[in-house]
């Protein structure tokens, strides 16, 4: 595993600490808010929305929270305007960093970026510099306790999933960005514990790093993606996963 499978496996590791901090919610809220604004209200046809408000029910989020961002993001209630703002760099040993981010100061949330990148050995580019070498794909995660993974590869093939990981206690299924709502309702509709589904960048090449870059790029990654503006953070690296479980393990 490389880039956004290894960093999604980080973030299942500090999720507990994670889910503790109120802010998480207010990160959901605002995706479901975006998503809400761009694609409308219904979850059926916005595949978008129908991830975002997954995701916020994992975290156990209130349905009155999730009905009024929704709101919020179709104009029936007032609100903050969020736009979605994407910054491009490169982190130590030359690898692409991708930060997404939804905010209603662009400034401010420039400034967060740019220091985050300085801080930790890397800095922040221009618009496209790295963009390229990233493709949109769904994930889609399903409890690995609660499935085999014969199951799973049959039912991702069957609905159209392009691969299938098996990640220890999960089993990440992928898709075409294209398919990716296709495939997120054909596998709940066959039962299959679907615990989270996301848009991620997929990176066409990596770079593969050791020691200290690789402990710095994921110092770099973590604290980028504790800002309260940033919404995702892909990378193009590829730590060995010894090493990663070391690292991981000082966060």
Known sequence: ????????????????????????????????????????????????????????????????????????????????????????????????????????????????????????????????????????KGAITLDATRVDMETAMDAAIECGGEDVEDEGEFIVVSTAFADFNTVLVALQDQGLPVIESEIVQEPSTTVKLTGKDASTLVKLITFMDDLDDVSRVSANFDIEDAEMAEIVETL
């Open 1 to 136: 595993m490389s880039g956004h499978s290894k960093w999604s496996t980080i973030k299942r590791k500090k999720g507990a600490k994670d889910a503790a901090r109120s802010k998480i919610w207010s990160r959901l809220a605002r995706e479901i808010i975006v998503a809400a604004k761009i694609g409308g209200g219904d979850q059926d046809s916005n595949a978008r929305l129908r991830s975002a408000v997954l995701a916020a029910k994992a975290t156990n989020m209130p349905n009155a929270n999730i009905d009024r961002a929704i709101k919020r993001g179709t104009g029936e209630i007032e609100g903050a305007v969020y736009e979605e703002v994407n910054f491009e760099g490169y982190g130590p040993g030359g690898v692409a960093v991708l930060v997404e981010t939804q905010t209603d100061n662009r400034n401010r949330t420039t400034s967060e970026v740019r220091h985050t990148f300085t801080k930790f050995n890397g800095n922040l580019g221009t618009n496209g510099c790295v963009s390229y070498l990233f493709e949109r």
